[in-house]
Structure formats: structure tokens, C-alpha cells
């Protein structure tokens, strides 16, 4: 990569669930560096951590100790409010489950996390992003009258309506026939492209991770080796 301003940093993380003797390590002392506009694909068996290790850089999962630099910011270090308003200026999240507001429409669903935000003419941009998904005729079609793979496309429009740095994507076809994942995927990473977005991909596929640039390979919530 030519441009080398750090998107991610991870060091020396530790995450650890459940008490006493039914105590897990999840993550075992992970160091990660991740260059801006760089692709990355972590990938592993069930249960080796690269989920949880997605979570803690979104702010979802807190870290027992280390450090989670973001965009050179320390969010461990951030309170709750402002960890949300950074993650809504700086981080999309793409998840297996579209997660989507059944009594909104495909519009509504990319706007009023807009709105709360505080973002101006939130449906115009919300407009937009369905637009460059490929949605312009489903703007006022609920999430019960949209495919699994044009719910998918929302979920990326929402994820990307505030122009975030970083896109995190946790396995974003699991949900999706192979014809649907393979258009998300080519849609994911055609916009990354376009938008220089740092992109990290949880995904069981080998051959979606060997698109992106880089693979990190789990496993017993640690980093076991790397391709490229």
C-alpha cells in the first residue's frame, strides 16, 4: 500500500468472558496493525475470536486489557457517548443479520440513524447511498417486501450513509444464496475501491478472503499467521 496513515491498531488485547473456572480467554494478546484503505480478511474456525476481535475494534466488546486505536484514537479510552459518536462518524458495520427496522421503509431504515445523529438532510443522503447500492425503485419498499440480497444492500447503504473510514463487515453473505453473496461482495468491495475505505472482513469463505489484500488467520483467540 502506498498510503501508510494507520486505520487500526491493536495491541496486546485480552478479552476474557465468563467467571472463575468457566472463564474463557477470547482473545489472547492480539497485536494488529491495518493501513488505511487497505482490505483485510480474518478468518478462522468457529470460535477462535475473529467475531469478537471485529466487535471490540466497532466499540462493541470491551477489551479486559490492551489497546484499540482508531483513525488515532484510543477508544478504549472513550467514555460511552463519545465512543457512539465517534463509531458514527468513523465505523460502518455490515452484519450476517441485516438488522433491519421491519416497520420502516428501506429509506427510513438509512435515515433515522441519520437523523439522530444530527447529520443535515439525512434523507437526501439516505437517497443517495441507496442509489449507489442499486436500490433507486425500493426507497418506500418495507425490509418483508426486499429479497435477502437487497436487505443486504441497506444494511451497506446504512453502514455507509455517514461516509465512515472504516467498514467492518462480519461474514455479510452468511445469510445469502451464493448468486446474492457474490454480488454484496463484488459491491462491497467496488465501493471501498471508490470510496479508499479501510475494509476488515469476518468471513469461513478462503476464497472472499483471499480478495482482500491481507489474511489474518485465528485461532484459539490468537493470530496464527499471516498471508501478504
Known amino acids: 500500500m502506498t498510503n ?4 487500526v491498531e491493536v495491541k496486546a488485547l485480552h478479552i476474557e468472558l465468563g467467571r472463575d473456572a ?8 492480539i497485536d ?13 474456525p468457529s470460535g477462535s475470536g475473529k467475531s469478537t476481535l ?3 475494534m466497532a466499540g462493541l466488546e470491551q477489551a ?75 426507497l418506500s419498499h418495507y425490509p418483508s417486501e426486499l429479497s435477502g440480497g437487497e436487505q443486504q444492500r ?8 455517514p461516509d465512515p473510514t472504516l467498514l467492518l463487515a462480519d461474514e455479510p453473505t452468511g445469510n445469502l444464496d451464493e448468486a446474492n453473496g457474490a454480488t454484496i461482495v463484488d459491491l462491497l468491495f467496488s465501493l471501498r475501491q471508490e470510496r479508499n475505505m479501510t475494509l476488515i472482513l469476518v ?9 482482500c489484500d491481507r489474511t489474518i488467520h485465528l485461532n484459539s483467540g490468537k493470530i496464527v499467521a499471516k498471508d501478504r
Open 203 to 211: 468471513t469461513h469463505d478462503l476464497r472472499l478472503a483471499a480478495r
Open 22 to 29: 468457566s472463564r474463557v480467554h477470547v482473545l489472547n494478546g
Open 154 to 161: 441497506v444494511a451497506i447503504a446504512r453502514a455507509l450513509a
Open 54 to 56: 471485529l466487535m471490540a
Open 32 to 44: 494488529l496493525s491495518i493501513t488505511q484503505g487497505e482490505a483485510v480478511g480474518l478468518v478462522g
Open 64 to 138: 479486559g486489557s490492551g489497546h484499540i486505536i482508531i483513525a488515532g484514537q484510543n477508544i478504549e479510552a472513550m467514555s460511552e457517548d463519545e465512543l457512539a459518536r465517534f463509531r458514527g462518524r468513523h465505523i460502518g458495520i455490515v452484519f450476517q443479520s441485516f438488522h433491519l427496522i421491519e416497520t420502516m421503509t428501506a429509506l427510513e431504515n438509512v435515515a433515522v440513524p441519520l437523523e439522530l445523529a444530527g447529520h443535515s438532510d439525512p434523507y437526501t443522503r439516505a437517497k443517495r447511498e441507496l442509489q449507489a447500492v442499486g436500490l433507486k425503485d425500493r
Open 4 to 7: 501508510e496513515v494507520k486505520a
